[in-house]
Nanobody, 123 residues
């Protein structure tokens, strides 16, 4: 089993910045992380993709955050980050990290999710 633990959420003013972190722990010795990502879900809305980063370093962003958000990772720490700049009130949501992993034990792919962290953009 793999557990993802998020940190870094909270209250930020419009136009402010915040960095989220998500670290994997548990049976990480038996997996290969294929892709990491961040999703968010605002009240009354569906969960949406924010950004992803592959094992090869390729990144992808939803159009609305391009130029303001940056996803990065630290392979040695099995951690993914989301740097968010110029935040807007409409980006208030619960942010979830996601790891897509390949298990060397079962030769199968698995999805893991963090518990979610609240980001509130408000003055």
């Amino acid at each position: 089993q793999v557990q993802l633990v998020e940190s870094g959420g909270g209250l930020v003013q419009p136009g402010g910045s915040m960095r989220l972190s998500c670290a994997a722990s548990g049976s990480i010795f038996s997996i290969r992380i294929v892709v990491m990502g961040w999703y968010r879900q605002a009240p009354g809305k569906q969960r949406e993709l924010v950004a992803t980063i592959t094992s090869g370093g390729s990144t992808n962003y939803v159009d609305s955050v391009k130029g303001r958000f940056t996803i990065s990772r630290d392979n040695a720490k099995n951690t993914v980050y989301l740097q968010m700049n110029s935040l807007k009130p409409e980006e208030t949501a619960v942010y979830y990290c996601y790891f897509g992993v390949f298990s060397h034990t079962t030769d199968q792919l698995y999805d893991y999710w963090g518990q979610g962290t609240q980001v509130t953009v408000s003055s």
